[in-house]
């Protein structure tokens, strides 16, 4: 029996109804974190390049944000260029010494949270959810408290030189907070390692056991099952953990202006946040800050394709 004009009609209509409804819903759900992202980050963005892009004012030294695009300079990108490889260039070294830090800190990082992840996903069992809870709970504390600890730890004839003493590893006191390299660094291990072993944790968490267990009952052992299923598998979890880890230790100051505060040890995050707080170098910080973003965006879209491709393989 053929349908009426009239019903078909409808249906149509209905169809576009439920369409519209839906694509409403979507928008209102995504509504909050768009406005968030536009709040917090799109429009600080955007001043931040106003006065990197700005002029400096010739009498009071202090920036002058140029909002209209048309009248942007690129002065403070030129300084800052110059200071990173002219000739009385400063920021290289701290720039070098960033990289070396961040990269040591990751690879410890790493080499200590993969293990926990692992036994807690593997060997946890019914005290799984403990184990997790009490990798969470640092996040309970400030990082400032937490850095301050570790300056009591590390003070002369605290707790840390004292064992070292009595197991006669030093014969006298270690000044660990007068510009020792191995204290910041520890000092961002400490810091960002809680984030890395979550992620782990998640990653190697989703992995289906009945693969390892398909793994050994072909003849692999313990071993070849963990380099040959479980370390593939995780691999886009590893990435993504030191992604989220080393992004922020690039860019951190406050760890080494509370462990060390020498120039030996100065990081970029510290000159930045030196010329932020000099009126007349306030142009040349921001510029310096959205290089830095620059140089982070790079492997950032080197995840994502990877995560992509990966995706697409799996499929």
């Not at 398909?214 to 995780?234: E, I, N, Q, W």
Request: hydrophobic share 50%; with cysteine; aromatic share 12%.
């Amino acid at each position: 029996m053929p349908v009426p004009d009239e019903t078909r009609e409808r249906r149509s209509w209905r169809r576009v109804v439920e369409t519209r409804r839906k694509r409403w819903l979507w928008i209102a759900l995504a509504a909050p974190g768009a406005i968030w992202l536009l709040a917090l980050f799109v429009l600080p963005f955007y001043v931040v390049l106003a006065v990197a892009a700005g002029r400096v004012d010739p009498i009071f030294q202090s920036p002058v944000p140029v909002w209209n695009p048309l009248q942007w300079t690129n002065v403070n990108f030129v300084q800052a260029w110059h200071d990173l490889v002219g000739a009385g260039s400063y920021i290289g070294p701290p720039l070098l010494r960033t990289v070396v830090y961040t990269a040591i800190a990751s690879l410890l990082c790493l080499a200590i949270a993969y293990p926990v992840a692992y036994f807690v996903t593997r060997f946890g069992g019914r005290r799984k959810t403990l184990f997790l809870v009490l990798l969470i709970a640092p996040f309970f504390v400030s990082y400032m408290m937490r850095m301050l600890a570790w300056i009591d730890l590390l003070s002369p004839g605290g707790y840390v030189d004292r064992v070292l003493l009595d197991l006669h590893i030093t014969s006298h006191p270690v000044d660990w907070l007068g510009g020792q390299a191995a204290t910041v660094i520890l000092g961002l291990v400490y810091g960002y390692i809680p984030y890395l072993i979550i992620v782990l944790y998640a990653g190697l968490d989703r992995i289906d056991s009945r693969l390892l267990e398909a793994s050994r009952d072909l003849g692999l052992g313990r071993m070849r099952t963990f380099f040959r299923v479980t370390l593939p598998l995780s691999r886009q979890t590893i990435l993504a953990g030191v992604f989220i880890t080393t992004l922020p230790m690039v860019g951190d100051y406050f760890t080494n202006q509370l462990l060390s505060a020498t120039p030996n040890t100065t990081m970029i995050g510290n000159v930045i946040e030196s010329q932020l707080e000099t009126a007349s170098q306030q142009g040349e910080g921001a510029a310096l800050s959205l290089g830095l973003f620059v140089l982070l965006i790079i492997p950032m879209i080197y995840y994502v394709i990877s995560t992509a491709r990966a995706s697409k393989a799996n499929a």
